[in-house]
């Protein structure tokens, strides 16, 4: 799997070039019918697309926060978030966004030292449900804040015990519930079809299958991509 999952980032970051050179028109171009014109900036009438699908790559800093002392790993670390977003928008009179997508992210933890070193893999397919602005600074720059929730189920992890040289399913053994959920905060920036952003994961769920120690996760997450 991972090795799949750096493939298909290296193949996308070498088709962002060509793809970029497309071309992407936030001032006129409203003949197209994904474009929808909503104001004047100067001379020009300012037009953005009312729709648009975009791939996404990135890494993850990521922890896991628990009131359980075999849980907590307040460690970070690090993993792949890969996949496809589709957005449209929700108003003709303002750039506001309903965005929405298929994620591939590695999450996890790390807790202790030496003999007593524990990690975790926590994998999930997660989808996130963001409101955006798109705010444009230029030409072909724009600037868009966002904030909603997301869901996750878990689909593959390990914890590895280096003191006992041991290793255990995250979810099969009895130690994480498979099921994600909490809000999602960030910031990107596009240019042309170029995106780049950063956010952060609030885990709301307790993941943890004791029910009386709550344990989250806690990620922050760097991306770029393409939208077309």
């Not at 449900?129 to 600037?143: A, C, D, M, P, R």
Request: proline share 3%; charged share 15%.
């Amino acid at each position: 799997m991972k090795k799949i999952l750096l493939l298909s980032m290296l193949c996308m970051m070498l088709a962002l070039p060509a793809m970029a050179q497309r071309g992407y028109y936030p001032y006129g171009r409203s003949s197209q019918p994904r474009v929808q014109t909503v104001g004047r900036h100067g001379n020009e009438y300012i037009a953005w697309h009312r729709y648009y699908l975009g791939l996404r790559v990135g890494l993850n800093a990521s922890h896991v926060a628990s009131e359980s002392h075999l849980l907590d790993g307040s460690g970070v670390k690090t993993g792949l978030n890969i996949g496809f977003v589709a957005g449209t928008q929700l108003s003709y009179r303002t750039p506001l966004f309903l965005e929405s997508g298929l994620y591939y992210t590695q999450k996890g933890g790390k807790s202790g030292s030496g003999d007593g070193k524990f990690t975790y893999d926590l994998n999930y397919l997660e989808v996130p449900v963001l409101i955006k602005y798109k705010h444009f600074v230029g030409n072909q720059t724009s600037i868009q804040p966002y904030a909603g929730a997301y869901l996750a189920v878990g689909t593959d992890g390990e914890i590895k015990n280096y003191g006992a040289r041991k290793a255990f399913s995250s979810y099969d053994d009895g130690y994480f519930k498979r099921f994600d959920g909490g809000l999602k905060i960030g910031c990107g920036v596009g240019y042309n079809m170029l995106y780049v952003d950063a956010s952060y994961d609030i885990g709301l769920a307790n993941i943890g299958q004791d029910d009386f120690d709550d344990t989250h996760n806690g990620c922050f997450t760097i991306n770029v991509g393409v939208n077309f």
